[in-house]
């Protein structure tokens, strides 16, 4: 058996082979046809791979994964191997991977659980998502800056008072100077670029997510949860099949707190950082929603409300939410709360929304 550890980067990657014997071999290549063709030749079914999940890992396991035995993905926050070592190259980092990886496969035992790999299809939505929350960032970025320059300027207009769409046609009306003015007219274009945009996004997104339309017509019947939202869930967390419990699921999209325990003392920290975050943060978001739509929900925040910080109970409501998506997923069933009128309003638009480009009731079915 030989085990290869591989320091990814983006435009080369380091490799050690280590073998049984322990002697070793190392390598660099580039990203390129011809000498990702040679590093193809020194790859055999006998050979077993350990590189960290980065931004191009996935991409650069499909390559390798049917010329090797098996491709283990590591989370970086969970492998802090590496970061211990004080003295950090490529070529150090690689013989740290390969020597963890003989450690965990001759031992038996699953040291670190591997990253899940996830098929192309959630690869393709949580990449829109990336882009998705890159222009919901840019949006912000605009209207700070609009709402920056009228302050600078001795017009005192809220954020909500700019950016109507008749607030908007006044604002640029004002006898401004010259260059207060060009900004403004600048922000303004460039705004209503990336408002389109992000619109093309969304849509994508939900023609990207059809294949999930089962799961979006179980997610959609909490109140709450769009369209959009369900789909940013299973984007996170592709299969409710790989999660043995609620606690796995809750702590996996960094809803539940890490405890730090020593002797006899007990300590609640901060929720963990080896998960995913969309879901959790939308979820947030609509908490006040959550909140007054489910009658348990609300019982149980006015009880805690007097003894425990609003963040603390914030993030316990979307921890109680998350666990009932997972029921609701793990059971293949509604919500217990479900209003019907509202699901199917929801699920309604969006047939209609696919029926417009192209894609008919039968094919929905046929694909969930």
């Not at 609620?246 to 702590?251: L, M, W």
Request: proline letters at 2%.
């Amino acid at each position: 058996m030989k085990f290869l550890g591989i320091d990814l980067h983006s435009n080369r990657f380091t490799c050690c082979f280590l073998f049984e014997d322990g002697s070793k071999k190392k390598l660099t290549f580039d990203i390129n046809s011809y000498q990702l063709n040679e590093f193809y030749k020194l790859l055999d079914l006998n050979t077993c791979v350990m590189v960290e999940a980065s931004s191009n890992t996935f991409k650069f396991a499909e390559l390798i994964e049917d010329k090797v035995n098996k491709v283990y993905i590591a989370n970086p926050h969970k492998l802090k191997l590496i970061s211990m070592v004080k003295k950090k190259t490529d070529k150090i980092d690689s013989e740290k991977l390969a020597i963890f990886l003989k450690m965990q496969i001759t031992s038996g035992e699953d040291l670190i659980k591997p990253v899940y790999h996830p098929e192309q299809e959630i690869q393709d939505l949580r990449s829109l998502f990336g882009t998705y929350d890159l222009l919901r960032k840019q949006i912000v970025m605009l209207k700070n800056r609009i709402h920056s320059i009228l302050k600078q300027n001795l017009y005192p207009f809220t954020k909500k008072q700019i950016f109507s769409k008749t607030s908007i046609l006044n604002i640029k009306k004002l006898n401004m100077n010259e260059v207060p003015k060009f900004q403004i007219n600048f922000l303004f274009d460039e705004l209503e670029h990336s408002e389109k945009s992000i619109n093309k996004i969304e849509e994508k997104i939900k023609l990207k997510g059809v294949k999930y339309y089962n799961e979006i017509d179980i997610l959609t019947s909490m109140r709450g949860i769009s369209i959009f939202t369900a789909l940013a869930i299973i984007s996170d967390i592709a299969i409710i099949t790989r999660f043995p419990n609620s606690k796995h699921f809750t702590s996996y999209l960094r809803s539940a707190p890490s405890v730090d325990s020593t002797n006899e003392t007990v300590r609640i920290t901060k929720t963990n950082k080896f998960g995913r975050k969309r879901s959790v943060r939308l979820i947030i978001q609509s908490i006040i929603h959550f909140r007054e739509t489910n009658p348990r929900t609300k019982e149980w925040y006015t009880k805690n409300l007097n003894h425990k910080s609003k963040g603390k109970i914030r993030m316990a409501i979307g921890r109680r939410i998350l666990t009932e998506i997972f029921q609701m997923l793990k059971k293949k069933e509604y919500h217990y709360w479900r209003d019907i009128k509202n699901h199917k309003f929801k699920m309604n638009q969006y047939r209609n929304f696919l029926k417009k480009n192209g894609i008919l009731i039968a094919e929905i079915q046929k694909v969930a």
